[in-house]
């Protein structure tokens, strides 16, 4: 909040990368009336898949082939009837990978969704060490997977 208050923008643009934040971000605008339009940017990735961080820089070789299975994971949930079971299916197949949480949750309100639920605002969430680097990514889930 102080930082709006100093510069009072009109619009904030913050990255979908770090989909809690930008959501709490959207909550305090909404809940303190204040007057600046969030806008979502779609999460920048590398060729690979990666999501672009300046951590990216600092893991091996290996962690960086590793830290794929980040982005295979939320690809392939994103189209599963079981997306919770398969981002975790997916994660858990990269022994570099230790895992924090993967969780689909609900995009509204940060509620855990579980398999089955048809709900059309869920979105994969993920964050685990790597070359003990925490990387964290997410993804909506199409509708009708």
């Known amino acids: 909040k102080r930082?709006?208050?100093?510069?009072?923008?009109?619009?904030a643009i913050f990255g979908e990368k770090d989909f809690q934040q930008l959501f709490l971000i959207r909550k305090m605008v909404k809940e303190l009336n204040l007057e600046v339009e969030v806008i979502s940017h779609p999460t920048v990735r590398d060729a690979d898949g990666l999501a672009l961080s300046s951590r990216n820089s600092r893991l091996s070789d290996e962690g960086r082939s590793a830290a794929k299975v980040i982005y295979r994971a939320l690809v392939e949930a994103s189209t599963s009837?079981?997306?919770?079971s398969t981002l975790h299916q997916v994660l858990m197949s990269e022994p570099r990978f230790k895992l924090d949480y993967a969780k689909v949750i609900n995009e509204k309100d940060l509620s855990i969704v579980?398999?089955?639920?048809?709900?059309p605002d869920?979105?994969?969430i993920v964050a685990?060490?790597?070359d003990d680097l925490r990387l964290i990514d997410n993804m909506k889930i199409a509708r009708g997977a």
């Open 122 to 124: 869920r979105r994969s």
């Open 114 to 119: 579980e398999d089955g639920n048809q709900n």
């Open 3 to 11: 930082l709006f208050d100093s510069v009072r923008p009109d619009k």
């Open 81 to 84: 009837p079981k997306p919770r």
């Open 128 to 130: 685990g060490w790597i």
